[in-house]
Protein backbone atom coordinates (compact mmCIF):
# COMPACT_ATOMS: atom_id res chain seq x y z
CA UNK A 1 0.00 0.00 0.00
CA UNK A 2 1.11 3.30 -0.75
CA UNK A 3 2.47 5.37 2.54
CA UNK A 4 4.37 8.96 2.94
CA UNK A 5 6.22 9.66 6.22
CA UNK A 6 7.26 12.95 6.75
CA UNK A 7 9.79 12.02 10.69
CA UNK A 8 9.85 15.63 11.61
CA UNK A 9 6.50 17.00 13.35
CA UNK A 10 7.56 20.59 13.98
CA UNK A 11 10.99 22.30 12.67
CA UNK A 12 12.52 25.30 13.86
CA UNK A 13 14.98 27.97 12.21
CA UNK A 14 16.41 30.89 11.79
CA UNK A 15 15.85 33.22 9.24
CA UNK A 16 17.92 33.14 6.72
CA UNK A 17 19.19 29.39 7.62
CA UNK A 18 18.93 26.43 4.96
CA UNK A 19 15.76 24.23 5.39
CA UNK A 20 15.73 20.40 4.73
CA UNK A 21 11.74 18.84 4.86
CA UNK A 22 12.02 15.06 4.77
CA UNK A 23 9.58 12.78 3.34
CA UNK A 24 10.12 9.38 2.72
CA UNK A 25 7.70 7.32 0.58
CA UNK A 26 6.01 3.36 0.08
CA UNK A 27 5.09 3.11 -3.49
CA UNK A 28 5.50 -0.09 -6.01
CA UNK A 29 6.03 1.47 -9.18
CA UNK A 30 7.55 4.81 -10.00
CA UNK A 31 5.45 7.57 -8.52
CA UNK A 32 4.45 11.19 -8.86
CA UNK A 33 5.88 13.05 -5.57
CA UNK A 34 4.67 16.86 -4.79
CA UNK A 35 4.92 19.49 -1.87
CA UNK A 36 2.45 21.29 -1.04
CA UNK A 37 2.12 24.15 1.73
CA UNK A 38 -0.33 25.48 3.83
CA UNK A 39 -0.50 28.88 5.67
CA UNK A 40 -2.55 29.35 8.40
CA UNK A 41 -5.99 29.57 7.53
CA UNK A 42 -5.48 28.75 4.24
CA UNK A 43 -5.98 25.67 1.16
CA UNK A 44 -2.99 24.15 0.30
CA UNK A 45 -0.31 25.46 -2.58
CA UNK A 46 1.60 23.44 -4.55
CA UNK A 47 5.18 23.98 -4.18
CA UNK A 48 6.75 21.32 -6.88
CA UNK A 49 6.51 18.32 -8.57
CA UNK A 50 8.35 15.26 -9.51
CA UNK A 51 6.71 13.07 -12.74
CA UNK A 52 9.75 11.51 -14.45
CA UNK A 53 13.38 12.83 -15.84
CA UNK A 54 15.83 14.97 -13.91
CA UNK A 55 15.43 14.01 -10.39
CA UNK A 56 16.03 17.84 -8.81
CA UNK A 57 12.78 19.80 -9.28
CA UNK A 58 12.75 23.12 -8.89
CA UNK A 59 9.78 24.94 -7.62
CA UNK A 60 7.79 28.32 -6.38
CA UNK A 61 8.99 30.31 -3.81
CA UNK A 62 13.07 29.04 -3.93
CA UNK A 63 11.91 25.53 -2.95
CA UNK A 64 13.58 22.51 -4.98
CA UNK A 65 13.35 18.90 -4.07
CA UNK A 66 15.15 15.62 -4.75
CA UNK A 67 13.93 12.67 -5.64
CA UNK A 68 16.30 9.78 -4.74
CA UNK A 69 14.53 6.33 -5.91
CA UNK A 70 17.39 4.24 -3.99
CA UNK A 71 16.17 5.88 -0.45
CA UNK A 72 12.66 6.21 -1.32
CA UNK A 73 12.65 10.31 -0.64
CA UNK A 74 11.47 13.16 -2.05
CA UNK A 75 12.90 15.78 0.80
CA UNK A 76 12.06 19.76 -0.13
CA UNK A 77 14.91 21.92 0.44
CA UNK A 78 15.30 25.74 0.37
CA UNK A 79 18.83 27.59 0.81
CA UNK A 80 17.71 30.62 2.79
CA UNK A 81 14.50 30.90 4.57
CA UNK A 82 12.47 33.82 5.14
CA UNK A 83 9.88 34.61 7.78
CA UNK A 84 7.10 34.03 5.40
CA UNK A 85 7.75 30.41 4.88
CA UNK A 86 6.05 29.40 7.93
CA UNK A 87 4.03 27.42 7.27
CA UNK A 88 2.64 23.60 7.34
CA UNK A 89 4.17 21.61 4.40
CA UNK A 90 2.80 18.82 3.69
CA UNK A 91 4.62 15.82 1.35
CA UNK A 92 2.44 13.79 -0.84
CA UNK A 93 2.28 10.33 -3.17
CA UNK A 94 0.36 9.18 -5.91
CA UNK A 95 -0.39 7.61 -9.35
CA UNK A 96 -2.47 7.52 -12.37
CA UNK A 97 -3.03 4.00 -11.60
CA UNK A 98 -4.29 4.82 -8.12
CA UNK A 99 -7.12 7.14 -10.17
CA UNK A 100 -5.10 9.83 -9.32
CA UNK A 101 -5.35 9.49 -5.72
CA UNK A 102 -3.08 11.14 -3.50
CA UNK A 103 -1.76 9.66 -0.12
CA UNK A 104 -0.43 13.04 1.73
CA UNK A 105 1.91 12.42 5.23
CA UNK A 106 1.22 14.17 8.25
CA UNK A 107 2.74 17.23 7.96
CA UNK A 108 5.82 19.46 8.98
CA UNK A 109 4.89 22.51 10.96
CA UNK A 110 7.58 25.32 10.18
CA UNK A 111 8.58 28.17 12.50
CA UNK A 112 10.80 30.56 11.64
CA UNK A 113 12.78 32.82 14.03
CA UNK A 114 14.02 36.14 13.56
CA UNK B 1 -9.86 34.08 -12.01
CA UNK B 2 -9.30 30.01 -12.36
CA UNK B 3 -9.80 28.72 -9.25
CA UNK B 4 -11.59 25.86 -7.18
CA UNK B 5 -14.02 27.41 -4.92
CA UNK B 6 -15.70 26.19 -2.42
CA UNK B 7 -18.32 27.48 0.31
CA UNK B 8 -18.88 28.21 2.37
CA UNK B 9 -16.02 28.86 3.92
CA UNK B 10 -17.25 28.32 7.50
CA UNK B 11 -19.97 26.14 9.20
CA UNK B 12 -21.25 26.18 12.71
CA UNK B 13 -23.97 23.97 13.16
CA UNK B 14 -26.04 21.72 15.66
CA UNK B 15 -25.78 18.10 16.06
CA UNK B 16 -28.13 16.23 14.25
CA UNK B 17 -28.67 18.81 11.67
CA UNK B 18 -27.75 18.27 7.57
CA UNK B 19 -25.68 20.45 5.69
CA UNK B 20 -24.19 21.04 2.21
CA UNK B 21 -21.17 22.17 0.96
CA UNK B 22 -21.09 23.12 -2.33
CA UNK B 23 -17.86 23.06 -4.85
CA UNK B 24 -16.90 24.39 -8.34
CA UNK B 25 -13.72 24.64 -10.73
CA UNK B 26 -13.37 26.27 -13.53
CA UNK B 27 -10.04 25.01 -14.19
CA UNK B 28 -11.66 22.01 -17.14
CA UNK B 29 -10.27 19.87 -14.82
CA UNK B 30 -12.13 16.07 -15.04
CA UNK B 31 -11.39 14.67 -11.52
CA UNK B 32 -12.32 16.23 -8.42
CA UNK B 33 -12.41 15.45 -4.53
CA UNK B 34 -13.23 15.90 -1.30
CA UNK B 35 -10.56 15.71 1.53
CA UNK B 36 -11.12 15.74 5.66
CA UNK B 37 -8.23 17.49 7.58
CA UNK B 38 -8.64 16.84 10.68
CA UNK B 39 -7.70 18.74 14.16
CA UNK B 40 -3.99 17.31 13.79
CA UNK B 41 -3.73 18.22 10.28
CA UNK B 42 -3.90 14.61 8.72
CA UNK B 43 -5.69 14.68 5.02
CA UNK B 44 -7.91 12.04 4.49
CA UNK B 45 -9.45 11.33 1.25
CA UNK B 46 -13.60 11.08 1.16
CA UNK B 47 -14.24 10.68 -2.19
CA UNK B 48 -12.92 11.65 -5.93
CA UNK B 49 -15.34 11.74 -9.55
CA UNK B 50 -14.49 11.38 -13.03
CA UNK B 51 -16.20 13.00 -14.75
CA UNK B 52 -19.29 12.79 -12.93
CA UNK B 53 -18.77 9.00 -11.61
CA UNK B 54 -17.69 8.02 -8.56
CA UNK B 55 -14.16 6.36 -8.82
CA UNK B 56 -12.87 7.04 -5.08
CA UNK B 57 -14.78 6.24 -1.74
CA UNK B 58 -13.05 5.97 0.78
CA UNK B 59 -14.34 4.64 4.34
CA UNK B 60 -16.73 7.08 5.36
CA UNK B 61 -20.05 7.30 6.91
CA UNK B 62 -22.91 6.74 4.87
CA UNK B 63 -24.05 10.08 6.27
CA UNK B 64 -21.40 11.59 4.03
CA UNK B 65 -23.65 11.91 -0.32
CA UNK B 66 -20.78 13.67 -3.21
CA UNK B 67 -23.29 14.86 -5.69
CA UNK B 68 -21.60 15.68 -9.21
CA UNK B 69 -24.39 17.41 -11.16
CA UNK B 70 -21.67 17.98 -13.49
CA UNK B 71 -17.77 18.04 -13.96
CA UNK B 72 -17.17 21.62 -12.88
CA UNK B 73 -19.08 20.63 -9.45
CA UNK B 74 -18.82 18.53 -6.59
CA UNK B 75 -21.01 19.05 -3.83
CA UNK B 76 -20.89 17.24 -0.29
CA UNK B 77 -23.89 16.62 1.49
CA UNK B 78 -23.85 15.51 5.46
CA UNK B 79 -26.75 14.10 6.96
CA UNK B 80 -27.32 13.83 11.05
CA UNK B 81 -24.39 15.82 11.89
CA UNK B 82 -21.92 14.76 14.90
CA UNK B 83 -19.47 15.99 16.90
CA UNK B 84 -16.76 14.18 15.31
CA UNK B 85 -17.36 15.67 11.79
CA UNK B 86 -16.09 18.55 12.91
CA UNK B 87 -12.91 19.32 10.21
CA UNK B 88 -11.32 20.77 7.54
CA UNK B 89 -13.23 19.66 4.31
CA UNK B 90 -10.66 20.55 1.16
CA UNK B 91 -12.17 19.92 -2.46
CA UNK B 92 -9.36 19.77 -5.03
CA UNK B 93 -9.59 19.35 -8.54
CA UNK B 94 -7.15 18.02 -11.24
CA UNK B 95 -6.49 16.57 -14.20
CA UNK B 96 -5.39 12.61 -14.33
CA UNK B 97 -2.81 13.02 -17.15
CA UNK B 98 -1.25 15.94 -15.77
CA UNK B 99 -1.37 14.75 -12.22
CA UNK B 100 -1.07 17.61 -9.15
CA UNK B 101 -3.90 19.15 -7.32
CA UNK B 102 -5.70 22.38 -7.06
CA UNK B 103 -6.85 22.90 -3.54
CA UNK B 104 -9.87 25.15 -2.48
CA UNK B 105 -9.49 26.96 0.63
CA UNK B 106 -11.52 25.05 2.51
CA UNK B 107 -14.10 24.76 4.59
CA UNK B 108 -14.10 24.91 8.54
CA UNK B 109 -17.09 22.60 9.72
CA UNK B 110 -18.27 23.03 13.31
CA UNK B 111 -20.70 20.98 15.15
CA UNK B 112 -21.88 22.03 18.74
Known amino acids: AQSVTQPDIHITVSEGASLELRCNYS??????LFWYVQSPGQGLQLLLK??????LVQGIKGFEAEFKRSQSSFNLRKPSVHWSDAAEYFC????????????FGTGTSLTVIP | DTAVSQTPKYLVTQMGNDKSIKCEQN?????MYWYKQDSKKFLKIMFS???????INETVPNRFSPKSPDKAHLNLHINSLELGDSAVYFC???????????FGSGTRLTVV
Open chain 2, 49 to 55: YNNKELI
Open chain 1, 50 to 55: YFSGDT
Open chain 2, 27 to 31: LGHDT
Open chain 2, 92 to 102: ASSQVRNGGYT
Open chain 1, 27 to 32: YGATPY
Open chain 1, 92 to 103: AVGARDTGNQFY
